[in-house]
């Protein structure tokens, strides 16, 4: 339980500006040409801007953290839930903001709240360990379900989403070089043609890695159950026949929405109706 003591404000994430990598490369590429000097004047200027218009931002952001944090340090974990979906509600949230709203959940006993954020933490970081193991203590208190993948998810896992499509820029960009490096060269070098089959075939395995994933267990579809008492059902009908009961924290795949109702894939291969007011999206 140590874990849920412990502030994220330690994490807390350092505001930096690219000029300054940009004018050390332009300065060693050793650029003389009038678009590099050019690059040199408007460059500073464009970094005080950017510093001139998004330092208030940041500042405030930090300003605010710390007062939730300061909130929830203090016992008041209502006000530190408000103080962090504020964050949350100005797009300003980062994966130690949703880790410490996962804590503040935690500490109100609403283990649905607690679960949802910590996955959120981990959506957006996905090796944070403290959100890791705090997810694990909040799902064993709460017996909340979840849902399991299938074989490919597992072993596609691995990486994310992210990585999958750098690989795919990369291996497209480095196939059409070789391919075209073959069709212009006045010898056909079976090397090129060899490292465009390599590239073609790793682009293939991006791709389909990315559409598996996106449409997995853990994917855009993923919600988080927030109700009690959550009853899945055959039809979009509190009298309906109950398929499911789902804790609070457990995991669902949302297929469809009707009205005030979701349709949703389950955990055990099942699939029902929840009221949509009970679950709510990992990915925002």
């Not at 300065?27 to 208030?56: E, I």
């Not at 399991?148 to 291996?171: D, K």
């Not at 297929?255 to 679950?279: C, E, H, V």
Request: hydrophobic share 45%.
């Amino acid at each position: 339980m140590k874990n849920l003591l412990r502030s994220a404000s330690e994490h807390r994430p350092v505001a930096c500006t690219p000029s300054g990598d940009f004018l050390r490369w332009a300065r060693s590429s050793g650029l003389q040409t009038r678009w590099a000097h050019r690059l040199k004047v408007h460059v500073p200027m464009c970094a005080l801007a950017y510093a001139f218009l998004t330092s208030p931002v940041l500042a405030q952001a930090d300003s605010d953290f710390a007062r939730a944090n300061q909130e929830y340090a203090q016992g008041h974990f209502k006000d530190a839930i408000a103080g962090y979906e504020g964050l949350v509600r100005t797009g300003q949230a980062t994966a130690n903001v949703f880790y410490d709203l996962g804590n503040a959940y935690f500490r109100t006993a609403d283990f649905g709240g607690a679960i949802l954020n910590y996955q959120r933490a981990l959506a957006l970081e996905r090796h944070h360990p403290e959100a890791t193991a705090n997810l694990q203590i909040a799902r064993d208190e709460a017996h909340a379900l979840e849902m399991q993948p299938g074989r490919a998810e597992r072993y596609l896992h691995f990486a994310s989403v992210n990585q999958y499509t750098i690989t795919a820029a990369v291996a497209f960009w480095i196939a059409v070089f070789c391919l075209a490096a073959s069709i212009f060269a006045r010898r056909r070098s079976a090397m090129l043609i060899l490292v465009s089959i390599c590239c073609l075939l790793a682009l293939a395995i991006s791709v389909f890695a990315i559409y598996t994933l996106d449409r997995g267990t853990k994917g855009q579809a993923l919600a988080i159950v927030t109700g009690k008492n959550v009853q899945a059902r055959l039809a979009t009908a509190d009298t309906a026949k109950s398929v499911l009961a789902l804790p609070p924290g457990s995991e669902i795949k949302i297929l469809s929405t009707r009205g005030d109702w979701t349709y949703a894939a389950l955990p055990n291969d099942l699939r029902g109706w929840i009221p949509a007011k009970d679950a709510e999206r990992v990915r925002l």
